[in-house]
T-cell receptor
Framework: ETGVTQSPTHLIKTRGQQVTLRCSSQ?????VSWYQQALGQGPQFIFQ???????GRGNFPPRFSGLQFPNYSSELNVNALELDDSALYLC?????????????FGPGTRLTVT | AQKVTQAQTEISVVEKEDVTLDCVYE???????LFWYKQPPSGELVFLIR??????QNEISGRYSWNFQKSTSSFNFTITASQVVDSAVYFC??????????FGQGTILTVHP
């Protein structure tokens, strides 16, 4: 196990609703990255937080937003849910934002939008 | 922009066979990192290996080995003497210096007893 935890494990929402996913980083890690993995695809980078500031963003619309807290845990918020948002959402924590630092992934949250 | 292409969608082998997964990474960056991750049915991504763009030395770690050729942008991964527990989806991943990872589509490896 990596020590990265995510909650909830599974979630079912209706189109148009809002959702918040949570990630607790590994002890000593100050960087959290979020990824979306659609069924049968590789994960896609959403954004990264380093010491409570957004530190890079992928090609996702503004309705995907995030937060990082002083204890370096993080939230991913998605507004106005669409059917295509159904996916496995993975967070990864690392000791820094540089690629020298290995990213440790959590088990993911499976979001289903109906 | 970075692009990762994994040549095989699915590979099926019998236990104890060697298997090689092919990957090509395209980027304009001069400094970059390459990784292989494994995703078993449980879903959690497991880090396997990392290589940076300025080190073309090929290495072996246990049953894993990798071959990085910068001239062809290839980063191939070999499992020697495969085992049933190796069955998983394997992702080739490219990373910028600033930690943004770009995943390939994945190769589904099935090892039969």
């Amino acid at each position: 196990e990596t020590g990265v935890t995510q909650s909830p494990t599974h979630l079912i929402k209706t189109r148009g609703q809002q959702v918040t996913l949570r990630c607790s980083s590994q002890s000593g890690h100050n960087t959290v990255s979020w990824y979306q993995q659609a069924l049968g695809q590789g994960p896609q980078f959403i954004f990264q937080y380093y010491r409570e500031e957004e530190n890079g963003r992928g090609n996702f619309p503004p309705r995907f937003s995030g937060l990082q807290f002083p204890n370096y845990s993080s939230e991913l918020n998605v507004n106005a849910l669409e059917l295509d948002d159904s996916a496995l959402y993975l967070c990864a924590s690392s000791g820094g934002y540089l690629a020298d630092y290995e990213q440790y992934f959590g088990p993911g949250t499976r979001l289903t939008v109906t | 922009a970075q692009k990762v292409t994994q040549a095989q969608t699915e590979i099926s082998v019998v236990e104890k066979e060697d298997v090689t997964l092919d990957c090509v990474y395209e980027t304009r960056d001069t400094t970059y990192y390459l990784f292989w991750y494994k995703q078993p049915p449980s879903g959690e991504l497991v880090f396997l290996i990392r290589r940076n763009s300025f080190d073309e030395q090929n290495e072996i770690s246990g049953r894993y080995s990798w071959n990085f050729q910068k001239s062809t942008s290839s980063f191939n991964f070999t499992i020697t003497a495969s085992q049933v527990v190796d069955s998983a989806v394997y992702f080739c991943v490219g990373g910028t210096s600033y930690g943004k990872l770009t995943f390939g589509q994945g190769t589904i490896l099935t090892v039969h007893p």
